[in-house]
């Protein structure tokens, strides 16, 4: 399939703002499992994750329609990613304000659920992304 510039000008920044959310989030996660403890700034890294993964999936959703181009699996996989996403900042926002100490340290097995699911409509979307251009 070819795309014309406005498809490809979306494709690119589409792209940019979903990899800002893995790596984002990514940082929030993994940095929460290393020091084993949620901290205001791991919740502002979920935060900018999710504000990503939000604007980039409206951005796929674009090109979606204006290519013709949907993906059943992805659509429903990355509805699930970004409502699971949405929960787990809500609930750490929550654990970090109310929550006792123990509930600090074990939160992280929580986060580390959370974004393995993430990953599966990020490496779905990567696998069309290639498919449609070989």
């Known amino acids: 399939m070819d795309f014309n510039q406005v498809d490809i000008h979306y494709l690119i920044a589409a792209i940019c ?45 674009n090109i979606a329609h204006m290519t013709g181009l949907h993906d059943e699996l992805h659509t429903v996989t990355g509805i699930i990613a970004i409502l ?14 109310k929550g006792s100490p123990k509930a600090k340290m074990h939160f992280n097995r929580f986060s580390i659920v959370v974004w393995c699911i993430w990953l599966i409509p990020y490496f779905i979307g990567m696998y069309l992304g290639m498919s449609i251009h070989h």
Do not use: N
């Open 84 to 97: 699971l996403m949405f929960v787990h900042a809500m609930w750490a926002i929550w654990v970090y304000v």
């Open 17 to 61: 703002v979903i990899t800002g959310a893995l790596v984002f989030y990514s940082i929030g996660v993994w940095g929460e499992r290393i020091q084993k403890k949620l901290k205001f700034w791991h919740i502002s890294f979920f935060l900018l994750g999710l504000v990503c993964d939000a604007v980039g999936t409206g951005l796929m959703k």
